[in-house]
């Protein structure tokens, strides 16, 4: 049986990062499933590709061998691609407001570049909206950090999304905020009543520490939290992408730099069966290449 494109490509991936877990993420793949492809092909080859311990992973010499080919191989298959005249189609992106101006809408320009046979286009909402609209097929696709269950979607991982509890430098010069009691004197700013942007911090306390704040504001999007917080109305929990030229301005600082506090997964998310999923994976792969802004 001869290898998958798709198996040399993990292969690949893992070559060069000498990681399992960042070439899993790397190609879109979960690490479970990452390890089976490369198992799949060792098996194909008859002989183990890498050595691993608890520390470290490096080829064999089979490996070794196998790495200039299989580029080789990839890199024929992409001419193969590029070959064959495509036909124009496109694909509709759903996204919250923010993060398309700040970073999809840059990116179309070279997007439309590398594959002129492409058209993107954006729409914005919430995150429940996104995912309706998907699960709809009024859109291809939403980049969303939103949780997924049920086998309705599929979705390939983007760039991690950081978060921190930030505050003005001026009121916070004013009212420092260094544990849990401190919180009764500020006014807590999120999103909505649920605090999904507070979640992030409060779930990494201890289940015995209270957080009880003066007062709650929610503004519907992060823009209007964060130019809440550069008046100084309040505390939030924001991505750090989003606030960083503020904290590099010393606008905003963040509290409690120690403190742990959970991340999500920025995903491009689409619904199963899509018919142009594969294009949707390579779509996956191009939007890595651009940070966050």
Same mark, same amino acid.
């Given at each position: 049986m001869l290898p998958d494109l798709e198996s040399l490509r993990c292969f690949e991936a893992a070559a060069v990062r000498l990681n399992f877990r960042d070439a899993a993420k790397a190609v879109a793949l979960s690490p479970a499933a990452?390890?089976? #492809? @490369?198992?799949q092909l060792e098996y194909q080859v008859g002989r183990p590709l890498f050595q691993r311990t608890t520390r470290r992973v490096w080829l064999t010499p089979c490996g070794e061998a196998l790495l200039p080919q299989a580029r080789r191989t990839l890199e024929e298959a992409r001419r193969?691609?590029?070959a064959t005249p495509r036909l124009p189609y496109a694909l509709t992106i759903g996204t919250r407001f923010e993060l398309g101006l700040s970073? +999809?809408?840059p990116a179309l320009t070279p997007l439309r570049r590398a594959h002129p046979e492409r058209t993107l286009h954006l729409t914005f909402g919430d995150s429940a909206e996104l995912l309706s609209a998907v699960r709809r097929g009024a859109v291809d696709c939403a980049v969303s950090s939103v949780r997924l269950a049920g086998g309705d979607f599929r979705y390939a991982l983007l760039h991690e999304? #950081?978060?921190?509890?930030?505050?003005?430098?001026? +009121?916070?010069?004013e009212r420092p905020l260094r544990r849990a009691e401190d919180a009764r004197r500020h006014v +807590? +700013?999120?999103v909505h009543p649920d605090l999904p942007l507070f979640r992030y911090f409060h779930d990494? #306390?201890?289940a015995s520490q209270r957080w009880d704040f003066a007062g709650l504001e929610y503004l519907g999007t992060i823009g209007a939290v964060r130019l809440r917080l550069l008046e100084g109305c309040g505390v939030a929990v924001l991505p750090h992408y989003f606030i960083r030229e503020d904290l590099a301005a010393h606008r905003l600082a963040v509290l409690l730099p120690r403190a742990d506090i959970l991340h999500d997964h920025f995903r491009l @998310?689409? #619904?199963?069966g899509h018919?142009?999923?594969s294009e949707l994976r390579q779509l996956a792969e191009e939007l890595r290449a651009f940070p966050l802004r």
């Open positions: 990452f390890s089976e #492809r @490369i198992k193969c691609l590029s970073w +999809l809408t999304e #950081r978060y921190v509890l930030v505050g003005a430098r001026a +009121l916070l010069d +807590l +700013l999120d990494a #306390r201890p @998310i689409w #619904r199963a018919q142009r999923e």
